[in-house]
C-alpha cells in the first residue's frame, strides 16, 4: 500500500506561483521504483493530466502548462514537486499526485495507468 500526501495548494493572483509537493509513504515503498504524475479538475470538468516523470528521469507536460509548469523528484525524501508559475484563472483546480510502479513513456499522460493516488489541494487563481 503507498500513501500519497500533497500541500502547497492556496490562493494566488493570476501571474503568481505555487510550489505543489507530494510526499510518498508505504511499508515495502521504494520511491525510486515508482513513477509519478499529477493530474487536476475543475469544477464540473474531467481529470486532466497535468506532468508526469519517469523513473529515467523523463518529464511530461500537457500543451496548456508547457513552459509554465516544471516537474521533479526528490528520491531521498520520496517527494515530487510540481512548481506552477504564470499562473492562469483556467489553472484553478483540485491538484492530485499520483503513483505507478515502473510506469514509462506516454502510458504516464493516463489515469487509468496510476495504481495509487492522493486527496488532493485545492489551487485557486484569482483573475
Known amino acids: 500500500q503507498v500513501q500519497l500526501v500533497e500541500s502547497g495548494g492556496g490562493l494566488v493572483q493570476a501571474g503568481g506561483s505555487l510550489r505543489l509537493t507530494c510526499v510518498a509513504s508505504?511499508?515495502?515503498?521504494?520511491?525510486?521504483?515508482?513513477?509519478m504524475g499529477w493530474f487536476r479538475q475543475a469544477p464540473g470538468k474531467e481529470r486532466e493530466f497535468v506532468a508526469a516523470?519517469?523513473?529515467?528521469?523523463?518529464?511530461y507536460y500537457a500543451d496548456s502548462v508547457k513552459g509554465r509548469f516544471t516537474i521533479s523528484r526528490h528520491v531521498a525524501k520520496n517527494t515530487v514537486y510540481l512548481q506552477m508559475n504564470s499562473l492562469k484563472p483556467e489553472d484553478t483546480a483540485v491538484y492530485c499526485c499520483?503513483?505507478?510502479?515502473?510506469?514509462?513513456?506516454?502510458?504516464?499522460?493516463?489515469?487509468?495507468?496510476?495504481?495509487?493516488w492522493g486527496q488532493g489541494t485545492q489551487v485557486t487563481v484569482a483573475s
Open positions: 499520483a503513483t505507478v510502479l515502473n510506469g514509462v513513456g506516454d502510458a504516464l499522460l493516463s489515469a487509468g495507468s496510476y495504481n495509487y
Open positions: 508505504g511499508r515495502t515503498f521504494t520511491f525510486s521504483s515508482y513513477s
Open positions: 516523470i519517469s523513473l529515467g528521469p523523463s518529464t
